[in-house]
């Protein structure tokens, strides 16, 4: 049956039989319905947010008016305090943001014209925010004082302008920003000469108004000039861009203590310059008090509230309906807000006269609005409708032009506003985006919250020809999947190839540490049955994507192109697949290698052979070109965005977690690896004990690497390592270091993959953890192969953290990402880790004092006796005799360990308290464990395995670390092996006799020489390759006598 499915399909034979192949990008009905409720929280609090910031801060400004009766005049200093804590918030938030990425971050000190520059443009935004905001604005209508704030755009709109005019393509927002200018003009003008026909006394607090707004617009001027410093050809201004990008945290921590002192300068100085006292401050009575408190309290954190929703729409890539939308419309949802009531009230007052008079606006005022009690008796509302009534009353709403002129001003502002941030509805948005990336400035301003989350996006040039604007910045990306593949019971995975990323080169390489077998009466080993089934599966899989194209399925072709290469590891098999993608079978010979050489001997070549190849092809087109310093930077380039994919052979994924990988590293370029959330599958107690362990590790450990400083390990199961960081100097070449003392055998082969990412560290690449990238890889099923797996984790771990903790001054100047402050919470980690059995005797002893109700002296000796006789026990015992004994006191620990828990919560009933030491230990980690498990919903029910993982404690933490210290020496991997068959076995431990060892090497050197006169002969048998597929393959003089003979397999006597 199988035969007939592999032998050439006919014309006329139209029937096929294709995989069902799920898409795994299609999420479930119950995904879609939550994303969609989701989005719409979202989006409501963005919107609802932003309302109650402005509303608040707007009751701030009419607090202050002179006029207005919910403070008495000489209160009014609380008022403009209130506005001026609005302005400095942030930039306190910002100080300590920015302080504590300095402490955990290496920050580079800026230039003196760079701050200065900085600093001088922070001067200007702070000044002109105080006089608009503390003593501009209290002397406006409550309208004016609504709209005002979308004109401090007109600064971001010109400088839209001359970034467009600078770029080479045609911008299809030159107009709008134009037109944005124009409309903000305008309104200037309206509201200019609607005052100043008024009253000329207004003057002042017009000319104020309208030139703190226009100071406030160079707030963003860091936008714009990023976009022309990259297209002018001033040295300067692309010095000072760069020097600006990489000393954020410095520049930052410098305006924000600016911004605070220039606020409270303007603050401190207009309040005795207005015959108004501080003195006040200390005597307000309780009422205002609790007024003044709920406004400045609501303002406060509807802000920063209102900032942290508006990331998270852009983080759920709902940039437009919860983002854009809600903030344009936040400003006409706070006018309807404040002058709905006033309509209200007003209408009211004239249905109360009952006809006797006919009164307007201007009547209503002076009867209603200026004589009322000064007194707050009874509700606040009503009060606060007459105050805002009561700035709109030196304006004429009676009269047409004021109300004509009012209204204009405001569409006027509103539409510029709109007009100049149109280009966020067309803003690319990558998959993962930090926040740095889309937003200019780190916060938010307070007193315009909805104008700042607007014009501190990213700004980008929106090109016309929709074909160019797609390859804007594309930069080709390779990648090679690396996958160590160990022949065992487990079955091979396979992936789908996702037909929207086009964007990168893609190739496979499934490494075979054991590819052959020796068959009597045979010469020369022969392709095992694993690598036969690798063939065959590719076969398979290459039959299946030449059917399902309906343009290949007419050229039936059933067999892929294939080469076979001769190497002097054993053999290489190149086969294409249909859409030109290379899949690279190297097939190593298995050799009595030591078992600690064994990383040498496998991964180094693996992980050379793909780099240098590729290095081999950029260099053979370096000979075709004239310009070197061209070619090298094109070089260079090819090199950055070659990527290598490692995996295990037992290790499953989608293609979207690859490409969330790919992302990290395209969009970040001092990230040099970076690695997803590995799932542990299996079953059985060890599998739930790792399933936790793992969820834990990721949620906690690896996120709090990732944010306060760099992960220091990226698993070699599933890792995207940058072929740049790989070729970088003291990286792969001593990563190819043989050991040659007791340190190297612990450090460098007992965790390839914590050692290669302690090399790239020291180098001063950034290791990233990308959680959405998620992959699920076998995890050891039993108590034996856990603990072996651990005895090589645990030292090599201790031993890369040692290592980079004696060059901490080194790795912090060189890594941006490792500051000391950094090094020293590594410190403290690994000195928990180091204390973790004395903590593990010590619990174990309070629940013996607890139990059996001992003294504490007794109880400690009785909790050390049992490790103590475990710890001279392996120094006696073979490692499998120590292995079952660590798991019968596994066992007895944990019902220790049971018994402990339920008398903990049984005491805790009891008693009805939880205020015991142990109580709230317990409650502590539990609420730790439930909380940081409802933030990963998918993830939650691993949740229930997290008592086996209490319980297991003692095992994980004591047994294991004697274990580990004592068979230190042993390098064996412990896991994934495969006991050799009974001939072999007998065959690789017999010791060889001198004799013996000359006539093998004679004969090895006589099928050598046999092998390279052999005339051209007849295809492979096994392997079905042409002749002319196959390649050889340049090999070095010293490695020639390792070469492998294949059967069956020839290389023509004219090609060699």
């Not at 953290?801 to 080194?810: E, M, P």
């Not at 317990?922 to 209490?950: K, N």
């Not at 392997?1023 to 340049?1034: A, F, M, Y």
Request: proline share 4%.
């Amino acid at each position: 049956m199988e035969e007939d499915r592999d032998m050439p399909k006919m014309s006329w034979d139209t029937c096929r039989e294709v995989p069902v192949i799920e898409d795994e990008q299609t999420p479930w009905k119950l995904i879609k319905l939550l994303k969609f409720i989701s989005l719409s929280v979202v989006g409501v609090l963005v919107f609802g947010l932003a309302i109650s910031s402005k509303t608040s801060f707007l009751l701030m400004i009419t607090y202050a008016n002179e006029d207005t009766k919910i403070l008495p005049a000489n209160q009014k200093p609380v008022a403009l305090l209130c506005i001026g804590c609005s302005l400095i918030a942030p930039s306190v938030l910002l100080f300590l943001k920015s302080f504590w990425k300095s402490c955990y971050k290496t920050s580079k000190p800026p230039r003196k014209t760079t701050i200065a520059l900085v600093l001088f443009f922070e001067f200007l935004v702070s000044l002109g925010a105080a006089v608009l905001t503390i003593v501009a604005m209290p002397h406006l209508d409550i309208v004016t004082n609504v709209t005002i704030l979308n004109s401090i755009g007109i600064l971001s709109a010109l400088l839209q302008v001359v970034a467009q005019c600078t770029a080479e393509e045609r911008n299809r927002y030159m107009l709008p920003s134009i037109t944005a200018f124009i409309l903000i003009l305008i309104g200037y003008v309206l509201f200019v000469v609607l005052y100043i026909m008024k009253d000329t006394k207004t003057a002042i607090w017009v000319g104020l108004a309208v030139g703190g707004s226009f100071l406030v617009s160079f707030n963003w001027w860091e936008n714009y000039f990023r976009q022309i410093g990259e297209k002018s050809k001033s040295n300067f201004l692309k010095n000072f861009c760069k020097d600006m990008k990489r000393s954020q945290n410095i520049l930052h921590i410098l305006s924000s203590i600016l911004r605070i002192g220039v606020t409270a300068s303007v603050l401190g100085a207009y309040v005795p310059l207005s015959k108004m006292d501080w003195d006040v401050v200390t005597s307000i009575p309780s009422r205002e008090t609790r007024i003044i408190v709920i406004t400045i309290g609501v303002q406060l954190i509807s802000s920063a509230l209102c900032h942290w929703f508006a990331v998270t729409a852009c983080k759920m890539h709902a940039l437009r309906r919860c983002f854009i939308l809600p903030l344009y419309l936040a400003s006409l949802a706070v006018m309807a807000l404040l002058i709905i009531p006033v309509i209200v009230y007003y209408q009211d007052y004239r249905i109360s006269l009952n006809g006797t008079a006919s009164v307007n606006f201007t009547g209503y005022c002076t009867e209603a609005v200026f004589a009322r009690n000064q007194s707050l008796n009874g509700s606040v509302f009503p009060h606060l409708v007459l105050d805002v009534t009561h700035t709109l009353c030196f304006l004429d709403m009676s009269n047409i032009t004021d109300i004509g002129l009012l209204t204009g001003s405001a569409v006027a502002w509103w539409l510029g506003l709109v007009l100049a941030t149109i280009h966020l509805w067309h803003l690319h948005l990558y998959r993962i985006q930090r926040t740095q990336d889309l937003f200019i400035r780190r916060l938010y301003e307070g007193a315009f919250i909805e104008q700042s989350l607007l014009f501190n996006t990213r700004f980008d040039i929106q090109i016309k020809d929709k074909s160019r604007r797609g390859l804007q910045g594309l930069e080709k990306a390779m990648v090679y999947l690396l996958d160590k593949y160990r022949p065992n019971e487990e079955s091979d995975k396979d992936s789908k190839k996702d037909p929207k990323f086009n964007d990168f080169t893609f190739e496979a390489h499934i490494y075979f540490d054991d590819a052959f077998t020796t068959v009597p009466g045979r010469q020369g080993p022969e392709l095992n049955e694993f690598a036969k089934t690798l063939v065959g599966v590719l076969t398979e899989v290459y039959g299946i994507f030449v059917n399902i194209d309906e343009k290949l399925f007419k050229k039936q072709q059933q067999v892929p192109d294939q080469k076979i290469i001769k190497t002097p590891y054993g053999g290489r098999l190149v086969l294409t697949m249909p859409h030109g993608n290379n899949i690279v079978g190297p097939l190593q010979e298995q050799r009595a290698h030591p078992p600690q050489e064994e990383v040498v001997s496998s991964h180094v070549p693996f992980l050379s052979f793909g780099l240098e190849t590729y290095d081999q092809i950029l260099q053979t087109l370096a000979e075709r070109r004239e310009n070197e310093q061209d070619l090298q930077k094109e070089i260079e380039k090819e090199k950055h965005n070659t990527y290598i994919l490692a995996l295990d052979g037992d290790t499953d994924f989608q293609p979207t977690a690859v490409m969330l990988l790919i992302d990290r590293l395209k969009m970040y370029p001092h990230v040099g690896a970076a690695c997803g959330r590995i799932h542990p599958t299996g079953s059985g107690p060890a599998v739930w004990f790792q399933k936790f362990e793992y969820a834990i590790s990721h949620w906690l450990q690896k996120t709090a690497e990732h944010v306060i400083g760099c992960v220091l390990c990226s698993p070699g199961c599933f890792s995207l390592f940058r072929g740049d960081a790989l070729m970088d100097d003291n990286v792969m070449k001593r990563y190819s270091t043989k050991s040659t003392e007791a340190s190297h055998h612990i450090q460098y082969d007992q965790g390839e993959d914590r050692w290669l990412c302690t090399l790239l560290l020291k180098q001063g690449w950034r290791v990233e953890y990308v959680a959405a990238s998620d992959a699920y890889t076998n995890a050891p099923e039993d108590f034996k192969e856990l603990y072996n797996q651990r005895r090589r984790w645990g030292p090599s771990t201790m031993a890369n953290v040692v290592d980079l903790l004696g060059s901490t001054n080194t790795v912090a100047k060189k890594n941006r990402s490792m500051s000391k402050l950094y090094m020293f919470y590594q410190l403290f980690a690994m000195v928990s880790v180091i204390v973790a059995p004395a903590t593990i005797c010590l619990l174990v002893a309070g629940s013996l004092s607890f139990i059996f109700k001992v003294s504490s002296n007794a109880a400690l000796i009785m909790a050390v006796i049992p490790p103590a006789i475990y710890l001279g026990l392996c120094f006696k015992l073979k490692p499998d005799t120590q292995v079952t004994i660590a798991a019968i006191l596994s066992i007895l620990y944990a019902f220790l360990m049971l018994v402990v828990t339920m008398s903990i919560i049984v005491s805790m009933v009891r008693d009805q308290t939880i205020l015991t030491p142990s109580s709230l230990f317990v409650v502590a980690m539990a609420l730790m464990y439930i909380i940081t498990a409802m933030m990963h919903p998918q993830e939650f029910l691993l949740l229930f395995h997290g008592f086996l993982y209490i319980i297991c404690v003692p095992s994980a933490y004591l047994l294991l670390t004697i274990y580990s210290m004592v068979n230190m020496t042993n390098s064996s991997w412990g896991t994934r092996e495969t006991k050799p068959a009974t001939g072999a076995a007998t065959t690789t431990t017999q010791p060889q006799t001198t004799s013996k060892k000359a006539i093998s090497t004679f004969t090895r050197f006589l099928s050598w020489i046999k092998c390279c006169k052999k005339s051209r002969q007849g295809a492979s048998e096994e392997l079905n390759v042409s002749q002319e597929n196959q390649i050889p393959e340049h090999t070095q003089p010293e490695l020639q006598p390792q070469n492998t003979i294949v059967e069956d397999v020839h290389i023509p006597e004219e090609e060699e």
